[in-house]
């Protein structure tokens, strides 16, 4: 089993318990050591009081990219601070994808940024995460 | 109407609005001048592969209140960065309360700490939100 | 030996050894267990090409407080992860006092607020610091 | 006078001006519109207890870095958040470049990436940092 096999293995097992994902109607794109591809669309159950995708649907959306780029490695990991930008608003309809770039990978720690962009390749939102890399394999 | 008031008018037109807000079973406790406190409940559908809350719906949750507290002066405020740490995991059934706190706030920036605490008082997740004020009043 | 002065004999190996903290000229107010309280005067070769203070003194003083109180435990604690907003400008004589809060801790990570003042109480910065705790003794 | 010349002639009011930025050593590689590049020497009134460089040396370089990136389009701009990973340590002697990437601009927020490398072209900072674009001209 090469790298890619071992990701997609590690991911297959957190995706098909996570419920909430599954509720955001996530789709895998690709996934490798230390990288995630995710995909999904806006609907109106996710929109806020201004009419426009709330905050926490793109935040929650880079997280699970976030975890699962993170935990591809082999080693359980945990999220220890994360923050991200809204750089433009997101309505009901519109396609998201995620991207996640490694930028940083300890021992212990590893640094994530993870970029959304919609349908016509505007970014929509810039998320950074740090994790620890606890000693447990999956 | 004093300010209480008019933070309440203004969050009723923002809650009554919010799908995700509702959805994520939002109560609001108590809102004020640069203040809101929320709570809700886990529910099996927040869950990640992990078997606890997802990370997202402690910053949806958050990210609600912070909109609450910077919007409730009266002129339309935007998210320009936010920050979350999570300190101890959620499972179904938890309740959470958010408890803003109005770090500074000067004619265009805003900055907000939220504080989510479970059931038994333990913190939970700690927030950080800024926002742009617009000159546009709600 | 109680926690105040294990404290208090931790930062004085940090402090003594610390070029740079020096170079500022950081005054030592209190330390404690996870706390830390510092002071120190803006002088001109502090400022920038605005004529106020460089974003990186308001910064470094706060870290040298980070590093103080999250090492005062006993355990050495490297920064991972660290934040500031500028809340209003600092001139050149202005004196900043840096008080830490901290926020969390657990086995592995320590979390800290560090709000800084100067001499008319106003708030200056609000910093954000976040340290993994080795298992190596001070 | 094209884009390049204007951002050359307004990073040289802000660094002639800039008394800890000289007092660092900053050196101007290049800049143009949105972008800059500099280097500087870790000199040992720069390291901390450790004995290797003070966080706030590292901060303070990148944030240099931002504020010229940022203000070179000609609009005056102000650090609203900036967050900071050290990943790797460093010691007197090693030469460090910052370069920046200008990741989102619209009229009223600027968010910009900066990575801190030495000399062997190891990575030892990440940097975010977000300004808000007033309306004054340089």
Excluded: C
Excluded at 37 to 57: C, K, Y
Excluded at 86 to 104: K, W, Y
């Amino acid at each position: 089993m090469n790298g890619k096999e071992k990701a997609t293995k590690i991911v297959d097992q957190m995706y098909n318990n996570d419920a909430f994902s599954q509720w955001l109607g996530i789709e895998r794109i690709e996934e490798d050591e230390g990288k995630s591809i995710l995909r999904m669309t806006i609907r109106p159950e996710m929109l806020n009081g201004f009419g426009i995708a709330h905050g926490g649907i793109t935040f929650s959306f880079a997280d699970s990219a976030f975890a699962f780029a993170s935990n591809s490695h082999g080693r359980k990991s945990v999220s220890i601070e994360t923050s991200i930008s809204h750089t433009a608003p997101l309505r009901a309809g519109d396609v998201i994808t995620a991207i996640t770039s490694e930028e940083s990978l300890s021992n212990k720690i590893g640094i994530y940024y993870i970029k959304i962009i919609k349908q016509d390749g505007q970014q929509v939102a810039l998320f950074k995460g740090t994790v620890y890399r606890t000693t447990k394999e999956w």
